[in-house]
């Protein structure tokens, strides 16, 4: 069992989303790093897709009440276990009764905690992430408050602690150009190339919306209402894009400009409001070269830590 003493800015359960559902207009949900929470499930011997805590901003005080491992990634909260730091990016040992506290971190946006065993709240439509705006799954639907004790799975053995190299952000976002690209006026496909954006504070996990340069389309026709998913750059009348993030709608019909491709989608959860950052653009065969680089990542991690025992 996890306790919440003090839930911080905003705690949700999440895991790595919902599959199969977006037919029924449901999002996909889950971590909005989910590298990162993949990587900390790791860490402490859970599957890649088990769920944990995404903590916005840290500040954030939990007891265990069970022996176990936990591990930290994301942005960096300089964590105690009572009063003594836990490093960040490592599988650490922690015993019944002890104090987890997190400070806001220097940089980025959002932490992940995994547990051994995982958060057993009961899962909805296959998933145990928090999906907020409809209010069900993770813990009540809702985002986690002081008093809330969360079950967890069965305990994992580990030899000892495990560290893992983590990313390096920056801000400069690759991205396939959209189905509509060709329809915004040539100054306005440069602005998105060359241009500045910066991050708007009414983000949220549905969307990162951005200020910058007004992208003007050469002709207002209607579109029909199409498929939409995470990482897509819509642009709304006003000219300043929006990109879709795991909460995002399933469905939409302003123009798509662009893709933020897979591999980059982590960087907007873990840039703060006012934030400036730069879009690239990239081929197919690029993107899929970028997915295909985390993913040896996470392989060379996983056959070191658990190559020759699991």
Not at 99 to 122: E, I
């Given at each position: 069992?996890?306790?919440?003493?003090?839930?911080?800015?905003?705690?949700?359960?999440?895991?790595?989303?919902?599959?199969?559902?977006?037919?029924?207009?449901?999002?996909?949900?889950?971590?909005?790093?989910?590298?990162?929470?993949?990587?900390?499930?790791?860490?402490?011997?859970?599957?890649?897709?088990?769920?944990?805590?995404?903590?916005?901003?840290?500040?954030?005080?939990?007891?265990?009440?069970?022996?176990?491992?936990?591990?930290?990634?994301?942005?960096?909260?300089?964590?105690?276990?009572?009063?003594?730091?836990?490093?960040?990016?490592?599988?650490?040992?922690?015993?019944?009764?002890?104090?987890?506290?997190?400070?806001?971190?220097?940089?980025?946006?959002?932490?992940?905690?995994?547990?051994?065993?995982?958060?057993?709240?009961?899962?909805?439509?296959?998933?145990?992430?928090?999906?907020?705006?409809?209010?069900?799954?993770?813990?009540?639907?809702?985002?986690?408050?002081?008093?809330?004790?969360?079950?967890?799975?069965?305990?994992?053995?580990?030899?000892?602690?495990?560290?893992?190299?983590?990313?390096?952000?920056?801000?400069?976002?690759?991205?396939?150009?959209?189905?509509?690209?060709?329809?915004?006026?040539?100054?306005?496909?440069?602005?998105?190339?060359?241009?500045?954006?910066?991050?708007?504070?009414a983000s949220n996990r549905m969307g990162a919306r951005l200020d910058g340069p007004t992208l003007v389309r050469?002709?207002?026709?209607?579109?029909?209402?199409?498929?939409?998913?995470?990482?897509?750059?819509?642009?709304?009348?006003?000219?300043?894009?929006?990109?879709?993030?795991?909460?995002?709608?399933?469905?939409?019909?302003?123009?798509?400009?662009?893709?933020?491709?897979?591999?980059?989608?982590?960087?907007?959860?873990?840039?703060?409001?006012?934030?400036?950052?730069?879009?690239?653009?990239?081929?197919?065969?690029?993107?899929?070269?970028?997915?295909?680089?985390?993913?040896?990542?996470?392989?060379?991690?996983?056959?070191?830590?658990?190559?020759?025992?699991?």
């Open positions: 069992m996890l306790e919440v003493i003090r839930p911080g800015l905003q705690s949700t359960v999440q895991d790595l989303g919902r599959a199969g559902v977006r037919h029924l207009g449901i999002a996909q949900g889950g971590a909005l790093d989910r590298e990162a929470l993949i990587l900390a499930n790791r860490l402490v011997g859970n599957p890649a897709g088990a769920a944990g805590i995404e903590l916005v901003l840290g500040a954030a005080e939990f007891r265990l009440l069970r022996d176990g491992w936990l591990a930290l990634t994301g942005a960096d909260c300089a964590a105690t276990l009572d009063g003594e730091p836990v490093w960040h990016g490592w599988r650490w040992r922690v015993r019944r009764g002890q104090h987890l506290r997190l400070s806001a971190p220097r940089h980025g946006m959002r932490t992940y905690l995994a547990l051994d065993g995982g958060l057993a709240v009961a899962p909805v439509m296959g998933s145990r992430a928090t999906e907020l705006q409809a209010g069900f799954g993770g813990h009540q639907g809702r985002a986690l408050l002081a008093g809330d004790r969360l079950p967890l799975g069965a305990p994992l053995a580990h030899d000892g602690p495990l560290g893992a190299r983590l990313r390096e952000s920056d801000a400069c976002l690759r991205v396939l150009p959209g189905p509509e690209l060709d329809e915004f006026e040539p100054a306005a496909v440069a602005a998105l190339w060359q241009g500045e954006w910066r991050l708007n504070p050469s002709h207002g026709r209607e579109l029909a209402s199409h498929g939409v998913l995470p990482g897509v750059i819509q642009v709304p009348p006003g000219g300043q894009p929006i990109v879709l993030l795991a909460d995002g709608q399933t469905t939409g019909g302003y123009p798509r400009i662009g893709c933020v491709i897979d591999a980059d989608l982590w960087k907007l959860a873990q840039l703060r409001p006012g934030t400036r950052l730069r879009f690239s653009p990239v081929t197919r065969e690029q993107a899929l070269a970028a997915r295909r680089e985390w993913q040896q990542h996470l392989y060379r991690f996983e056959w070191m830590a658990y190559g020759k025992t699991h």
